[in-house]
């Protein structure tokens, strides 16, 4: 099992920023970490995703050039930063996280109860 535990999340004014942090605990020979996001009345939806041996990473389409997602191994914990928030970033944001390898960087095993962001326009 994996427990993950977010922070970072809060109000912010459209065009500033915040970063997210997520810390993994348990078996933690992870694969790969993410981020998702779920507004009101939405669907949850990939945000950010990285591989955790090579780094690579894959950005949902409305964040490219504005977020980034990195992470610290020694830590066993994933940020997201995100810059140029606009109101419709708004959402509940999850970290995710899988020990197995899947092609796909949008597929994950583990979730976490998710940190609050919200953006004043």
């Known amino acids: 099992q994996v427990q993950l535990v977010e922070s970072g999340g809060g109000l912010v004014q459209a065009g500033g920023s915040l970063r997210l942090s997520c810390g993994a605990s348990g078996r933690t020979f992870l694969n790969a970490m993410g981020w998702f996001r779920q507004a009101p009345g939405k669907e949850r939806e990939f945000v950010a995703g990285i591989r955790w041996s090579s780094g690579t990473t894959n950005y949902a389409d409305s964040v490219k050039g504005r977020f980034t997602i990195s992470k610290d191994n020694t830590k066993n914990t994933v940020y997201l930063q995100m810059n140029s928030l606009k109101p419709e970033d708004a959402a509940v944001y999850y970290c995710?996280?899988?020990?197995?390898?899947?092609?796909?960087?949008?597929?994950?095993?583990?979730w976490g109860q998710g940190t609050q962001v919200t953006v004043s326009s």
């Open positions: 995710a996280a899988t020990l197995y390898y899947y092609i796909d960087l949008r597929k994950y095993d583990y």
